[in-house]
C-alpha cells in the first residue's frame, strides 16, 4: 500500500493475486509503479528471507472496459509465467475503439513463494489443566 497513491484501488483479485487499479496513468508509469511494487516485495527482510518473489501483468485501456483490462493484465501475468517469475509483464496495446474517458492501469500482480523442505508441524494446542 505504501507504493501506490491514495488514489489508486488494490483488491484480492482471487485466491493467490492482487489487483492494482491505477487511475489516468501512462503506460510507461504503470509499469515503474508494477516495477516499484515488485522490487518493494523483493527488499522486505522477512519475505526476502523466504524467497517470496512477485510476478506482475501490466495493462492499460479505457475507464469503460475495466473487466476486459483486467483480463488482459491477467493474461499478461499468466504468458509471462513462461518467461520466468520476479519480473513485470506488460501488455500496454490499448485497442483502438478506447474511448475519451481515462484510462486505468492494471497491475495483477502475483506472489511466488517457494516449496519449503521444512516439515510440516501439527497445530498448536494449548495443553490441558
Known amino acids: 500500500m505504501a507504493t501506490v497513491r491514495t488514489t489508486d484501488v488494490v483488491y484480492r483479485h482471487d485466491a493467490s493475486s492482487f489487483c492494482v487499479l491505477l487511475p489516468a496513468t501512462a503506460d510507461d508509469d504503470a509499469c515503474a509503479v508494477a516495477n ?3 522490487g518493494n516485495v523483493e527488499k522486505m527482510p522477512l519475505l526476502a528471507a523466504s524467497h517470496v518473489t512477485v510476478s506482475v501483468g501490466v495493462a492499460t485501456g479505457a475507464g469503460s472496459e475495466l473487466a ?3 483480463d488482459r493484465a491477467d493474461q499478461a501475468l499468466a504468458s509471462g509465467a513462461t518467461r520466468g517469475g520476479n519480473r513485470v509483464h506488460a501488455d500496454v496495446s490499448q485497442p483502438a475503439d478506447a474511448d475519451a474517458s481515462p484510462a486505468p492501469a492494471v497491475a495483477a500482480a502475483h ?4 516449496p519449503t523442505d521444512l516439515p510440516v508441524e501439527a497445530p498448536f494446542s494449548p495443553p490441558s489443566i
Open 111 to 114: 506472489p511466488s513463494v517457494p
Open 68 to 70: 476486459v483490462t483486467i
Open 36 to 38: 516499484r511494487i515488485r
